[in-house]
């Protein structure tokens, strides 16, 4: 995968990915996109992945609701996808970091030979990372509230990554991509992952309210936009 395709799909999992960890502790990396055309793209670039329709066309009452195609991006080729695109993520970064960190812990810590302690130790970091990515996915100021009263309510005993460190068979530098300065190219193909997952080019036809001769009542306004909940995001995307 080069910077380039590393840097767009980036900007399409800061715009529409999900990175979390079920309440079993299952990983998951999903896309959700009412294009198939740019999933496609997708597992074209990290090697796989399974597409998904879901039709709530017959449950809305537009006459503009689309199809919506929802990409789940199995184990490995999940862990290729985060670590190729982990200095490019704006918004994600740390779900990304933390899913990485998850799934370093499964893979070195075995639940049949590592020593009971560091198990349940292991078994304590990764109840703490999935609260922590409920929180980072909660929508939301109601939504974040929800689920900082689920936390109080479970009385999880929250252990941070230093506590788990000196333990860990293979140091922390090893499951983590090296930081990198990012080109122009970069984050131009950021910005392209961005808009075709989030934005927004239009011209639409509006009521001219001087009534000029020549445009006859009526105007053209072209429209290039993003919509997202994330201001991170937008101050980005106005930088670049």
Known sequence: MGEINAGWLAG????????ALKINHNAKVVIPNTSRVMLEAVVSIVGGGVIKERDFTKYSSSRNSKLLYVLDLPRVNAIKTLKMTYNHLIDKKEEAELLLEYYMLMDHINTYDAPTDLVTLRNTRINSIFWRLRLLNARGRYGKERVEREII???????????????????????????????RESELSWLAGIWDGEGTISITKTKDRWEHPVRRGFNWRHQLAVYISSITIIDRVIKI
């Open 12 to 19: 399409i999992i800061d715009g529409e990915g999900t990175i």
């Open 153 to 183: 309510e479970s009385q999880h005993r929250d252990i941070s990554r230093e506590d788990i460190t000196n333990r860990l068979p293979h140091p922390v530098s090893s499951w983590l991509p090296t930081e990198q300065i990012l080109n």
